[in-house]
Structure formats: structure tokens, C-alpha cells
């Protein structure tokens, strides 16, 4: 059974900086793609960011670079989303999400689609 338990939300002022993390149980994020994906009030689900396991490269949505960071503790099987300069419009619920073996919710990174088929409950962002 796969599990994936986000943390590390919270309400922020304009310009500052929060860190979420995600912690799996029932599978080894460092073998699969894990993404940050972020839902506001009527509005639809959007990715933020993909750590692709192997090579690890990162893919960031194009209002996320330069402000957000994705980063793997291996030997923590967590995943951390650092976000920095946070603006008003970054404010939602964020979750994450891990490829599973057999497809899921696909999803396009950087031209790569992936099948998130393990996903979080989310932690709320209030900016």
C-alpha cells in the first residue's frame, strides 16, 4: 500500500518562503518521477514541478523556475518542493504525486508524459 503524506504549508506573506515535503511509505521515491502539483478554488489542478528518478533532472512549470526548487532526501524517501518569493497567485493546495508502474493521471513535463498513479492529500498554501 502506497502512501504519500505532505507537510509544511501554512499562510506567508507576500516575498517569503515556505518548504513542503512529501514522505512515502509502500515505495522508494528515489525509482519513481514525483511531482508537485497545486490546485486553487475553481480552478483546475496544475503541475509545478517533476524530480525524474535516475539522472533526478528537474522539470519546473515556467512560473515556477527561479523562485522554486525540487530536491530528494533519499535516505528519508521525501521529496521537498523549497518555494521562494511566494506571490498571492501561488496560493492553493499542493500535493504531490508518484509515477506508478502501470500508468495513471498523465501528466507532461517538459515534453515527458508520466503516469502519476500515487497521489497525496495535500497541504494548504496561503500567500
Known amino acids: 500500500h502506497v502512501q504519500l503524506v505532505e507537510s509544511g504549508g501554512g499562510s506567508v506573506q507576500t516575498g517569503g518562503s515556505l518548504r513542503l515535503s512529501c514522505v512515502a511509505s509502500?515505495?522508494?521515491?528515489?525509482?519513481?518521477?514525483v511531482g508537485w502539483f497545486r490546485q486553487a478554488p475553481g480552478k483546475e489542478r496544475e503541475g509545478v514541478a517533476a524530480?525524474?528518478?535516475?539522472?533526478?533532472?528537474?522539470l519546473y512549470r515556467e512560473f515556477a523556475k527561479d523562485r522554486f526548487t525540487i530536491s530528494r532526501d533519499k535516505t528519508k524517501n521525501t521529496v521537498f518542493l523549497q518555494m521562494d518569493s511566494l506571490q498571492a497567485e501561488d496560493s492553493g493546495m499542493y500535493i504531490c504525486?508518484?509515477?506508478?508502474?502501470?500508468?495513471?493521471?498523465?501528466?507532461?513535463?517538459?515534453?515527458?508524459?508520466?503516469?502519476?498513479?500515487?497521489w497525496g492529500q495535500g497541504t494548504q498554501v496561503t500567500v
Open positions: 524530480l525524474y528518478s535516475g539522472g533526478g533532472d528537474r
Open positions: 504525486a508518484a509515477e506508478g508502474p502501470d500508468g495513471g493521471t498523465w501528466y507532461k513535463f517538459g515534453g515527458i508524459r508520466v503516469g502519476f498513479a500515487y
Open positions: 509502500g515505495t522508494t521515491l528515489s525509482n519513481n518521477c
